[in-house]
C-alpha cells in the first residue's frame, strides 16, 4: 500500500531535480542569440591590432569567421575579453541590436541603451544582468597571436 504513494513522490522530486538543472545550466544569452562558429586568429603587432598591446585598448574584428556581426577584443586588467557584438540579452533584428563601444569607456546596445564595462559587467538594468557573449581564445605571447575558436 505504502508504495503505491511513492510514485508521485519519486515523480515529483525527478521533476524539480530536472528543472532546477536546466535553470543552472541556463545560457549566458537570450534564447534566439545566433549560434555561429567562431575561427579567428589575429596578431597584436600589426598596425590593425596594435591598440591591444596597451590596457584598456580594443578592437572590432570583422573579419570571416568573426560571427554574425564581428567581435569587440578587449586588454582588460586580467587579460584578452572577446565579446560578440550581438545584444546578449535581446534577439537580433537589425543594426540596432548590435554592440558598440562608447567614449573608449563602455559597451553599448543602441536599440535600448544597455551598457557594461570594457570588462563585460553590466551597468544598467537594462542588460537585464547579462554580459556579453565571451568567447574562450589561446593568447601567444611571444609571436602576439589571440586565436579564437568557438
Known sequence: MRLKHFGPIIFLVFSNLFIINSCSERAETVSCFPQVQINVSININTPLYHALNYQGGWVY????????????I????????????????????TDKTILYVKDNTTIVCPKDGAEWMMNGTPINETSKGLPPKTYPFAYDAASGTISVYY
Open 74 to 93: 578587449v586588454n582588460t586588467n586580467s587579460g584578452f575579453k572577446i565579446f560578440d557584438r550581438n545584444a546578449p540579452h535581446i534577439c537580433p533584428d
Open 61 to 72: 574584428v570583422d573579419q570571416a569567421g568573426s560571427g554574425t556581426h564581428g567581435l569587440i
